[in-house]
Structures are given as C-alpha cells and as structure tokens.
C-alpha cells in the first residue's frame, strides 16, 4: 500500500514547523508517529484540526519516561492515526491544553492529569476523574516510581 | 441563574454500572451536567505493566463485557509490535467472535433499552433470544462470556465443520428474530414516544466532541473502524457502515437493530470463506523496542489500545481507551439543555441507558440541585426509572 498519504503529510509539518518536529516515524500503513516540540505543539494540533480536518481524538496517552513525562494524543484523519507526541520535564509537568481547539479532549486531559499529574494549562476543569477523594495528594500511580503495595492481610496469622 | 441539583450514582445510572452525574435542574430541566467516573477504576494499564503479553491477553479480556474486542485489540497491538503477521483462518476466526461479540452486546442493549423504557416485554424476548448467541460461543470458546479464544499471533481453538453447521442454523434462526424486532421498533408507539426527539447529538457536535461507534452512525456520520481502518480479515468481508440520521434514541435503537443484520451476514461470509490454514503460529515472548497503535470497532465504539515496547517480556505502558470514555462528553451534551431543545429528568434513563454505557459493574443513587432553592435531594436509579414511567404514562 503506497503510504504517499503519511509522507505527504510529514514533508508538510516539516515544512511548517522545521525543527520543531524532532522526530517521525512510519513504522507501518496507516500509522504515523510525530514528536514535536511544546513551543509548536498547540499549533501543530491546530494545523490538524483546522486546516487538515482531522478532527477525531481517538485518545490521549501520558507516559513516564523518567526525566520526562511524554504527552501523546492518538488522532484519526486523512485514512491514518496520527500520533502527536510532545515531551514535558518531571520536575514542572505543564502543557497547555487543546481543549479549546478538540472539545473532546477535557476528560483524556482530566485522566492524564489525575494519573500522571500533569498540568494542562486553560482547562477548564482539572478535578479529579478516576482517582478515589482519599486518594494522597501528588501521588500519581502511572509513574513509573510509584509501586503497588500488596494488599495487607485481614488479620496477622 | 437558579437551579437544583440532583445527584445520579455513583452506582446504577444505566445498566446497573457505576458512575456518579450531578444534575442541574431547574423545574423539569436539566440546565447542566457533572460526571465523575472511576468507581470501577481497577488499575488495569498499571498491572499491564507487570504481567507478560501472554499473561496481559488474560487481564484484557477482563476489563468489560466487550471481550472480544479488547482481546483482539491487544493482541493485534503486540503482533504490529512484534511484526508478526497471523495466518488468514485465524484472522477470520476473529471476525467471527467479535461479530458474535457484537451481536450478543447488541441484543443485551435492544432488551436493556427496552427496559429503560418501561418496555420490559421486548426485554424478555431479546434475552431469551441473546442465549442462542450464547450458546454458539460456548460452543466455539467453552464460555458463554470470557471467551480467552485470542492469542499472540492467531486463535487457540478451531471453528470445525459440525460447528459451522450448528453456528448457520442459529444465525437463521437470530435473523428471523431480529426482522420481528425491526418491525417491533419500527411500529411500536412506546419506544417512539420515549426515544424521538430525546437525546439529541447533531452531527457538528458528534465530531466536535470525537464521539465513536453507534452514537457516531445514529447521527449520520459514516465511520466505522471495520472500514475505515481495516484489522483482521474486514479488508475483505463487504458489510454496510449503518448510519441514520435521527440523531436521537431512537436512530441508535434503529442502528444496533440494522447492525444486527450485518453481523448476522460477515458471520456467513466468513463460514462460508475460510481458508484451510493452521489457526496460529509459534510464540513469540519479547516485543522489540518500539510502539504500537491498534484500533478495533468494539460493540459500543472505537476502541483503541497504545503499547510502549522496550526489548522486554512486558510492556513499558499499555494504555486502554474504551468507547464509553470517548463518547462521554457526547452524553454530557445530550444530557444539556440548549437553544430550543430541552431535557427533562423523566429522559435521563432513555439517554443514559441509548449510549449504551459500559462503565463495568454494580447499583444506587441519583442527586437532584435544584439551583433556584438551594435544595438537594437524592433518589435510587429504580426510583428515577419509575418516576420517569409513571410521568410518561400519564402524558399518554
């Protein structure tokens, strides 16, 4: 299958972005992976949105990745999922939010930010999503340091 | 502005699952909408990352009734990892089971929706009737609802002739039901009364909002992961992408009833277009480094499953997305009252029940704020269904 679409798409965003598109990748048809830069990442997503119409948000994915905590969003468009990656530090998790330009983004955001804390800037309402009202403060499970403890027995035997 | 607030769940919105919604109302209205989700939170992408892609294959299928769906979606994930390529049968063994998947969720949601409703007849029958398809996958996997058929590069059990005999006879025998249902949907004054009009998503607002699956096709909106991005062996099995453009209850009770149809026909094609092959091929244990992106058209939606590799046995992260968080802020806006379109609380269990929800499973309560007086009350999801019955009874 002739991936013309894909690379078609990625001369493009290079053309638009330059350096600010760090890495691509086609590993297969119909998949397209782009990591980008956090300074361009809102206007590569508007890009796609508005000039590209690829309005689908399959999902948005946050990952530990030690030093950093990495951002994807899954998006289907133009016959492909396309994947916008953007990496932000550990120390000072925050990116801004597209909730404003894909409106079904707020509880993808809400979710990542519950289980990986990371601050999404402009949205509107970061309360907790699946985490329990117990559960500590800044404790996020999908870090990688976090460890599951086993549950304590009922009674010592 | 004034309203009042009335609390919904956590347990038993819709389909006796847990999920929490505050609603605004003013009188009648709802005016606004909170939900909170994660009564069921199980940490399963957390222990995915402790467990072999074998061993993963299992935990998937746990995470809802969907089985099938999030099996294939997982193993598919690791093969396009691994770069492994399945032999055709088993790739059309799979079509089978998520079509019977489909079709067994489909007949649940007909006779839960039905429920909902007040309608508690075509309930019965779909049920009774849910319980061929049942058997027919007892009959293939051994189990009537974890089915555990899907490995890591095919299938773990065959489809044999005297069981193709056995699933074309059923198949007649759903088709005949679902053409009586059809015409049930089509002509009773009950189900229109409480499903035209309710729960309205324009089409704008189903793409805005990324919504998937049913919902997606009941508001016109022609997509369908089958088609769109084709897995397994849908490359070449002919359906119909389903669509009405309702954009209410009632085009989504019309779509699941038509899909039925479709399910019914890929199942013979494929019985009828098996390739003699071996179901699987050997095992392979460690994924390379690399990532993965798999999507699969689940009963309720697209599902979507992510796999960070990293040279091991398991997973660096795997993350789930299943259709009911995407079509989530869809419900919020179904659930609003806007412009010229009202919701009133006797519609909530109609609109919660028409998306379907699968938020995997349990039962109580629903909170009322009543914005103008302050005031708060709380009512069981039974008390909501009753109250809702008993109002659109005596509106005739």
Redesign the interface.
Known sequence: MSSSQEESLVENLKALFKDNVLETKL??S??L?VAVSPDVYEDVIKFLVKEKQV?????M?G??LGEKIEV?S?F?GL?M?I?IRVAVPKEKPEIKSIVSI???????ER?IHDLLGVTFIGHPDLA?????EDWPEGEY??RRD?K?QPPKPLREV | MSSFIIPIGPQHPALKEPEHFTFFVDGEYVTDVKVRIGYMHRGIEKAMEDRTYNQGIYLASRICICTEAHTTCFVQNVEYAMDLKPPRRAEFIRVILCELNRLQSHMLWIGAGGHEIGFDTLFMYLWRDRERVLDILELITGNRITYAMMAVGGVRRDITSDMIAKIQKAMDIVEERAKYYKKVVLSEQSIMARTIGIGTLTPREALELCSVGPILRASGIKSDVRADDPYAAYDETPFNVITYDGCDVYSRFLVRVDEMFESINIIRYCLDHMPQDPIRIKLVKVAPEGEAVSRVEAPRGELIHYLMGKGDVKPYRYKIRAPTLGILPSLVRMLTSRENYVVKIGDIPAIVGGIDPCFCCTDRAVKFIDVSKGKTWSCSYDELNKYANRRYRKVG
């Open positions: 590993p297969m119909r998949r992976f309005t689908h948000l399959s999902t994915t990952m530990d994807l899954h289907f016959g999922e994947t894909v409106p079904g983004a707020v509880f993808y979710e907790r999503l699946v985490l329990s499970p999908l976090y599951v």
